[in-house]
C-alpha cells in the first residue's frame, strides 16, 4: 500500500518559515519524480515545487528563491522549506510522487497558514 504521509503545516506570520516533510512508504523511492503541489480556497491545485529522481528542481515563479526542495532516498523523504512566507502562500500542500505517464500518487495534506 502506497502512503504519502505530510507532517510540518500550522501557522506562521507573514515573513516566517515552515519546513514541510513528506514520508513515503510503499514505493520504490529513488524512481520517483516527487513534488509539492498546493491549493487555496476556490483555487485550482498549483506545483509548487519538483525535484526529478536524479536531483534536478524547478520551482513556481511565485516562490523561487523564497522556498527550497530536497529529497533523501535513504529515509524516503522530501522537504519543502519555506521561508519569507507570505498571506498568499496560505493553502494545503500537497505531496505528489510520479512516474511520469506511468503512475501517480498524492498524500492527503497539510494546511500552511499565514496570518498575523
Known amino acids: 500500500q502506497v502512503q504519502l504521509v505530510e507532517s510540518g503545516g500550522g501557522l506562521v506570520q507573514p515573513g516566517g518559515s515552515l519546513r514541510l516533510s513528506c514520508l513515503a512508504s510503499?514505493?520504490?523511492?529513488?524512481?520517483?519524480?516527487m513534488g509539492w503541489y498546493r491549493q487555496a480556497p476556490g483555487k485550482q491545485r498549483e506545483l509548487v515545487a519538483v525535484?526529478?529522481?536524479?536531483?534536478?528542481?524547478n520551482y513556481a515563479d511565485s516562490v523561487k528563491g523564497r522556498f527550497t526542495i530536497s529529497r533523501d532516498n535513504a529515509r524516503k523523504t522530501v522537504d519543502l522549506q519555506m521561508n519569507s512566507l507570505k498571506a498568499e502562500d496560505t493553502a494545503v500542500y500537497y505531496c505528489?510522487?510520479?512516474?511520469?505517464?506511468?503512475?501517480?500518487?498524492w498524500g492527503q495534506g497539510t494546511q500552511v497558514t499565514v496570518s498575523s
Open positions: 510503499g514505493i520504490v523511492f529513488r524512481l520517483y519524480d
Open positions: 505528489h510522487a510520479t512516474i511520469p505517464t506511468v503512475k501517480a500518487y
Open positions: 525535484i526529478t529522481r536524479g536531483g534536478s528542481t
